[in-house]
């Protein structure tokens, strides 16, 4: 067996016992809960010695994963070696009938498939369901309305962040309780479980019969399959985690600097953020959109909808200090951002820059 992790998992070096937990049950147990016939992982030296300490052994638990793909890429020269990270991720995206750019990136092709798994439920969600998902992933109504959802769900892919990894979140917990009968462990953490509790009836059954192919196929896919969308899980959430600890504060210029302008006369007349952004200079514009991008939002977003997210905000930062996810200090500087955000963005929606210009 190699002696490094594949590129494409070097990532897994970085999560923890309990994050593991899910694709090493994934690897041994089957969907009722019995040690399935070809998985070795349980009797290996490393499961011995460390037990429930994954991160000691991600190697062996990689190469595990790359026998069973071995098993579903019909090939008889591997010799039992099994197959890259990437080959298996391609297997299953043909699976499901997703193209893709064989030079196209691991991550690209994981987004595509988690897009593919959203897109096959999204029509099976009530009217209720799409506004508190869509809601729950940090857009509006009427972001659904001009762009779709499935605009939607790419932008919220490349975006990173909190409501990237949610969405994954959502689609992961719900696939595997399809096809392993069981939803995250993960979902004992605060953020997480508010995030996916709202979808654990309806959207279940959809993704049944999504995945019903599932129970057809070979004892191998029910293992690639699932144990795919964890990894996909999990550097979603090694990337969300590192943005919070690597992010620093926006620059925030204090309300009062941000009149910019050649002669006042040219702003004679009251200036309205939401409708005439345009009378604003460009790098007073860039300013005001950066804090709305602090808060998620587009900067046509309205003072109703910019409390809301205001307030969900502080809540899921706290609920993530609670959690131990973020530090204390980083929890500071990220309220401290966020209400300086917030406090620049009401300043311009009160229409108070023209009275500080006159």
């Not at 070097?10 to 040690?35: H, M, P, Q, T």
Request: aromatic content about 10%; proline content about 1%; charged content about 30%.
């Amino acid at each position: 067996m190699n002696k490094k992790l594949d590129d494409d998992l070097e990532f897994l070096s970085k999560v923890e016992d309990k994050e593991l937990a899910d694709l090493v049950n994934c690897l041994i147990y089957d969907k009722d809960n019995e040690k399935r016939f070809a998985e070795t992982l349980s009797f290996s030296e490393e499961y011995k010695k460390y037990g429930e300490k994954y991160s000691c052994y991600v190697l062996r638990i990689t190469e595990e994963l790359k026998l069973f793909g071995g098993n579903t890429i019909a090939n008889l020269f591997r010799l039992g070696r099994g197959v890259s990270y990437k080959e298996i991720v391609q297997d299953v995206a043909k699976e499901m009938k997703i193209k893709f750019n064989s030079k196209d990136s691991v991550e690209n092709i994981e987004n595509k498939l988690i897009l593919k798994s959203f897109e096959e439920t999204w029509r099976n969600f009530t009217l209720e369901e799409q506004k508190k998902f869509i809601s729950e992933i940090g857009f509006s109504e009427n972001d659904l309305k001009s762009q779709g959802i499935t605009a939607i769900a790419q932008l919220c892919l490349r975006m990173g962040g909190l409501n990237t990894y949610k969405l994954t979140l959502i689609v992961v917990n719900t696939l595997t309780k399809a096809i392993l009968g069981r939803g995250l462990t993960l979902a004992g953490n605060t953020v997480i479980a508010k995030s996916i509790s709202m979808f654990a009836g309806p959207v279940g059954w959809a993704f049944t019969g999504v995945w019903t192919f599932v129970d057809m196929a070979s004892p191998a896919k029910r293992v690639t399959i699932p144990a795919v969308f964890y990894i996909a899980l999990l550097r979603k959430q090694i990337k969300f985690r590192e943005e919070m600890l690597e992010s620093k504060f926006i620059p925030v210029i204090n309300s009062k600097t941000l009149v910019n302008c050649e002669s006042k006369e040219k702003l004679t007349h009251k200036v309205s953020l939401v409708t005439n952004l345009s009378e604003i200079k460009n790098e007073d514009i860039n300013v005001v959109k950066q804090q709305f991008n602090i808060l998620g939002l587009d900067y046509m977003s309205t003072s109703n909808e910019v409390s809301i997210k205001y307030v969900k905000l502080r809540e899921e930062y706290k609920s993530l200090k609670n959690e131990k996810i973020i530090s204390e200090e980083l929890y500071n500087e990220k309220i401290q951002n966020l209400e300086k955000a917030y406090e620049i963005i009401e300043y311009y929606q009160k229409n108070k820059l023209i009275n500080e210009a006159n």
